[in-house]
């Protein structure tokens, strides 16, 4: 009826593979029941723990996984960090504490139970339009990454949300990094990698300058030939990374 609209661009149309983790069996019922639901979700599995549903996800077979955060033996945050990136992941958790907005480990969305089937409508939409994009955009140019306003990193037991421009810079020890923020004495530990870090962190204003520190580029008060200066401590620029940085000062000129 309308031959003009032949070119329009065709929207890839998208199916998910589904799991389901939480250790309380109705509430994964409910959860598992909300993907049935949905058209472009199909329910490949309801596990009531991480360690059973780990090598589905870790071999690729699932798409979207709705975690539960706090179970016994292995919980969702420690479980989240061996998702493979293809994997993308929405929390669930009965505990108000947790929901803090930025909440972003690795993490698509974060539910509160009990959870509405439009509040997981509306996380299931943001995974399929997140994994339409990626099908769309030409590896050539990668899809721009999202600014962060927060990250939220474990510290002792506890869940830390920092905002993304308080920090100053992120040093690497063997296992964990030292995230140092402005206005505070010590810097929060947490247990992670440089290279979790940097994907965090990546883009906008910070900069690899060493292999074991990231600068944001904002807090910089000296710059010499082989370090520069942040809030009196001074960080040395590697060799690897001077190239980057010097292409850094000339986009500032």
Same mark, same amino acid.
């Given at each position: 009826r309308h031959p003009h609209h032949s070119h329009e661009k065709i929207t890839v149309m998208i199916t998910l593979r589904c799991c389901v983790i939480d250790d309380e069996p109705l509430a994964a019922r409910l959860i598992g029941s909300y993907v049935e639901r949905t058209p472009f979700l199909s329910l490949e599995g309801v596990y009531n723990s991480a360690t059973d549903a780990? *090598?589905?996800i870790i071999s690729g077979e699932i798409d979207l996984v709705? #975690?539960?955060?706090?179970? $016994?033996? @292995?919980?969702?945050?420690?479980? /989240?960090?061996? =998702? $493979?990136?293809?994997?993308?992941?929405?929390?669930?958790? /009965? !505990?108000? *504490? !947790?929901?803090?907005?930025?909440? *972003?480990?690795?993490? @698509?969305?974060y539910l509160l139970k009990p959870v509405s089937y439009d509040e997981f409508l509306e996380a299931a939409n943001r995974a399929v339009k997140e994994a339409t994009a990626r099908v769309e955009t030409p590896a050539s140019e990668p899809a721009p990454a999202q600014r962060r306003e927060f990250i939220v990193v474990k510290s002792e037991y506890r869940m830390l949300q920092i905002r993304v421009s308080d920090i100053q810079f992120v040093e690497g020890l063997k296992d964990y990094v030292k995230i140092y923020i402005a206005g505070q004495s010590r810097p929060v530990l947490t247990l992670m990698s440089m290279k979790a870090v940097e994907?965090?962190?990546?883009?906008?204003?910070?900069? *690899?300058?060493h292999r074991s520190y990231l600068v944001n580029t904002r807090h910089i008060?000296?710059?010499?030939?082989?370090? #520069?200066?942040? /809030?009196?401590?001074? =960080? $040395? =620029?590697s060799d690897s990374y001077r190239k980057a940085f010097a292409d850094y000062l000339a986009g500032l000129s």
């Open positions: 780990a *090598r589905p709705f #975690l539960d955060i706090e179970m $016994p033996q @292995l919980g969702g945050m420690e479980f /989240a960090k061996i =998702i $493979p990136e293809t994997c993308k992941v929405v929390f669930t958790t /009965a !505990y108000d *504490r !947790y929901a803090v907005q930025g909440f *972003r480990v690795n993490a @698509l969305d994907d965090l962190l990546c883009g906008g204003d910070f900069l *690899r300058v008060s000296v710059i010499e030939r082989n370090h #520069l200066v942040i /809030a009196d401590c001074p =960080i $040395p =620029i």
